[in-house]
């Protein structure tokens, strides 16, 4: 359930980015609990992915079932972790993807939201390092993004221009034509593409037809 569950879109390579950041237990739970949601099964047992952590049963009604059994989400980052080391987690092409996926969700991010700076925003010249961005295509203009930021020199400009526009809009939430944006997660996900690789070993997982593996308490 840990390996194929959780109901998210290249969760595994999101998984593994936390783990390469060297995020604490605590940390990498909270994240676990934003990556697996809704429910999902494998034969007889069932899981349901829920604020406490996940709830096994078996049959199809796990999510209301008070017998469930309910791993918590700082014991679920544990055993991803022992997965990860005995290379039970992930496939060799997912741990070499990992750091071009997380700067590609990070591009989209800041497309959308260079995209609904107001008028006044853009005159007063926030993100100007932004600025080739001009509508020629959300594929094209986000993966000419991805690639600028594995350049040190542009992710430092990003940074400078998006703290001096992230305490613009503290102050006047005008600067941006919708709020669904989530200015401190973008913040933190730029800082993150600075920390310096981290001498961790991850094994692959040798095939994707090999059965899942359950938490074991």
Known sequence: MLRLGGNTDRQRERVVAAFEKQKTTAEIAEILKTLYHGG???????????????HLSHGKSVRYDRSAQVISWESAAERIGELLESGQFASNVELAE????????????????YHDLSEDARE????????????????????????????????????????????????????????????????ENLKDLDLPPQDLFFRAFPSANRSALYYRG
């Open 40 to 54: 999902n099964g494998l034969g007889s047992v069932s899981a349901w992915y829920a604020e406490d952590g996940i």
């Open 98 to 113: 990992v750091a071009g996926y997380e700067r590609s969700l990070l591009a989209e991010k800041l497309w959308y939201l």
């Open 124 to 187: 007063a010249g926030y993100l100007s390092c932004l600025s080739e961005i001009k509508g020629n295509g959300f594929p094209e203009e986000t993966r000419h993004l991805t690639e600028q930021l594995s350049e040190p020199a542009f992710r430092q400009t990003l940074k400078e221009e998006y703290a001096a526009f992230w305490t613009a809009y503290q102050q006047d939430r005008d600067l941006l034509r919708f709020h669904y944006h989530r200015p401190r997660e973008i913040w």
